[in-house]
């Protein structure tokens, strides 16, 4: 027996050049221009289709039990939103579809754009969490063998430690794994600043003997 094929939900252009097919069409353009779908659109587009009936037409059938699942979730996630998001894109014809697809990149590079700053904190911090416990426990880590849970960490990370490393060789290794251009930043900032006292120290020395004669 022949698998069934699903329906058709996408409009066609009969469909979206008048009547309820047009209304949808133009709604779903509006909410997908800026790539992101939200909360407040998701309570518009279940309002809009309440006023819809059921049977009007395949696209808009579909988008009600889209909705109608996502609205039942007590807690909803961006996922959930992205699900409805992913519905409207269905439905809408191939020229505003890839429209919407492009703005959804643009979108999603923003979102990774403005949360780095964050990251990079985050980074940071953890870096720096990483070398006090190191800096605690140096003496008992030291003649302690590394553990399995961090040769397994290691190996996840891409690295490898020799079967005679200690745990404190496993914790410098994972630190230059993850935080690697981070250390190197700091030991460049370092080395900045030593270059600076050194320079200072002998023009203070240059000027002195300068005096001195």
């Keep these: 027996m022949a698998e069934k094929k699903s329906a058709r939900v996408t409009l066609t252009k009969k469909q979206a050049s008048g009547g309820v097919g047009k209304s949808l069409l133009e709604i779903c353009v ?48 961006p996922t959930d939103y992205g699900r409805i998001h992913r519905a409207l894109l269905r439905v ?34 953890k870096m720096r969490e990483s070398a006090e416990l190191r800096r605690r426990y140096a003496e008992e ?33 994972i630190e230059e794994l993850l935080y690697g251009d981070l250390v190197e930043q700091k030991d460049k900032q370092l080395s900045l600043a030593w270059f600076i006292m050194v320079a200072i120290v002998i023009g203070i020395v240059v000027w002195w003997v300068a005096k001195a004669q």
Aim: charged share 45%; aromatic share 6%; net charge negative.
């Design 30 to 77: 509006e909410w997908l221009e800026d790539g992101k779908f939200e909360e407040h659109e998701l309570e518009e587009l279940e309002n809009w289709l309440e006023s819809v009936p059921t049977g009007a037409l395949p696209a808009t059938d579909f988008l009600k039990e889209e909705v109608e699942d996502v609205i039942e979730l007590s807690d909803k996630w």
């Design 92 to 125: 809408v014809p191939k020229e505003e579809r890839d429209v919407a697809k492009a703005a959804r990149r643009e979108a999603i590079a923003d979102e990774i754009e403005k949360d780095a700053p964050q990251r990079e904190a985050r980074r940071r911090q």
């Design 141 to 173: 880590w030291r003649e302690e063998p590394a553990s399995e849970a961090q040769r397994e960490f290691i190996s996840e990370l891409g690295g490898s430690l020799s079967d005679r490393a200690s745990m404190l060789d496993a914790s410098y290794l």
